[in-house]
Structure formats: C-alpha cells, structure tokens
T-cell receptor, first 113, second 112 residues
Framework: GDSVTQMEGPVTLSEEAFLTINCTYT??????LFWYVQYPGEGLQLLLK?????DKGSNKGFEATYRKETTSFHLEKGSVQVSDSAVYFC????????????FGAGTQVVVTP | DTGVSQDPRHKITKRGQNVTFRCDPI?????LYWYRQTLGQGPEFLTY????????KSRLLSDRFSAERPKGSFSTLEIQRTEQGDSAMYLC??????????FGEGSWLTVV
C-alpha cells in the first residue's frame, strides 16, 4: 500500500539556520502530497501542498517540490525562527480515496534562539 | 470561527465506559474524516463520510467504534466499552470534495 517515510527527529537548529526535512513516498497511483504542521498543544495545520509532479508548494517561507523521479517531497526553509518549532508531517493522498491521508511519523523541529 | 470544531477537547473515562465525540465540520464541506493519533505517531485514518454516507472504514475501527453523520452536517464518534488502548487523540477533518483538508484541534481521550 501507499506509505510515507520521513526523517526522524528531533531536529535541533539555531535561529536563522537552514532547515531540510526529507520525505519519500511509495504510491501505486499519482498522489497529492502535503506538509502539515502541528504546533505544541494545537491541531494539525496544512502548511503546503503539491498535486502533480514538479509542482512546488510554498507557504510562510517553507517550500517543497514534488519529485516523481525520486519519489520525494522534501521540506525546506532558508531561515528558521523560534516560532517554527513544531512537529512536521509529510502526507500523501490518492485522488481515488481523497482524504484517506497517509501520514509519515512526523519530525519534531526545535529552534533555539 | 469557521474552522472544524470538536467537543469535548479532553475526556477522562474509566475502562468499560462509553464515550462520544462530536465534530462540526466547516460549513458546506461535504466530506468529513476521523483519524486517531497516539503520542509520537502520525494520525491514522479511521473512517470518512461523503454527506451522510459512510464510504470507508479502516480495520482499526473495531466493532466497539461507531461513527455517524445523520444529516450530512455534524458527526459523532462513539466508543463503547473503552479499553486503555483507546487512549489517544481523535481528530476530525473536513473538505469540500477533493479540496484541501482541514483538521480540528482534536479530542483527547484518556482511559483509566
């Protein structure tokens, strides 16, 4: 079945550092890919999405490009802030079963001043 | 606030008791989803509705679990004869067909 693998955390960074969270997927069809973020004590928020190969999703300084050839959707941000401390989930959804999301295990990011 | 709302936010119950969670989706969203998340893990799909029809159920949803969406608006998730292994956060989400999926803040269940 479809699955998502993302790098384990925690990832600890200093403010203004560059962030990369690796994510790869396995899917039989042509999934849409998402990054969701969960801030401490809060629910899941959609951070960005990409629906087809070579699409780039971006939001709040974060970017991820849907790479079909490497089955990857790595999340990047050029300069992180303390407020970016959260758990980030790489997520996949097939169009046929839209909303039946397949989540990665999550990567905790801790940004220190 | 027009987001997905869930109630109650926290529930502590004794083993063997029944609990019910309610979810109010974003207005006009025809799809509604339930997920379960345990500490340190990503959410796992439980079931989803399109309008009032329940279209798919995960095998995680044992016969002690039942979900309804009687009028195609709010939904309830009931767990009968709770067990300690049911302790988790229960997340509700909604979408307009194949549009973006928005989550509520979740309902924490602790079974003691």
């Amino acid at each position: 079945g479809d699955s998502v693998t993302q790098m384990e955390g925690p990832v600890t960074l200093s403010e203004e550092a560059f962030l990369t969270i690796n994510c790869t997927y396995t899917a039989t069809g042509y999934p849409s890919l998402f990054w969701y973020v969960q801030y401490p004590g809060e629910g899941l928020q959609l951070l960005l999405k990409a629906t087809k190969a070579d699409d780039k999703g971006s939001n709040k300084g974060f970017e991820a490009t849907y790479r079909k050839e490497t089955t990857s959707f790595h999340l990047e941000k050029g300069s992180v802030q303390v407020s970016d401390s959260a758990v980030y989930f790489c997520v996949l959804s097939d169009l046929v079963s839209w909303g039946k999301l397949q989540f990665g295990a999550g990567t905790q990011v801790v940004v220190t001043p | 606030d027009t987001g997905v709302s869930q109630d109650p936010r926290h529930k502590i119950t004794k083993r063997g008791q029944n609990v019910t969670f309610r979810c109010d989706p974003i207005s006009e969203h025809n799809r509604l989803y339930w997920y379960r998340q345990t500490l340190g893990q990503g959410p796992e799909f439980l079931t989803y509705f399109q309008n009032e029809a329940q279209l798919e159920k995960s095998r995680l949803l044992s016969d002690r679990f039942s979900a309804e969406r009687p009028k195609g608006s709010f939904s309830t998730l009931e767990i009968q004869r709770t067990e300690q292994g049911d302790s988790a956060m229960y997340l509700c989400a909604s979408s307009l067909s194949t549009g973006p999926i928005y989550f509520g803040e979740g309902s924490w269940l602790t079974v003691v």
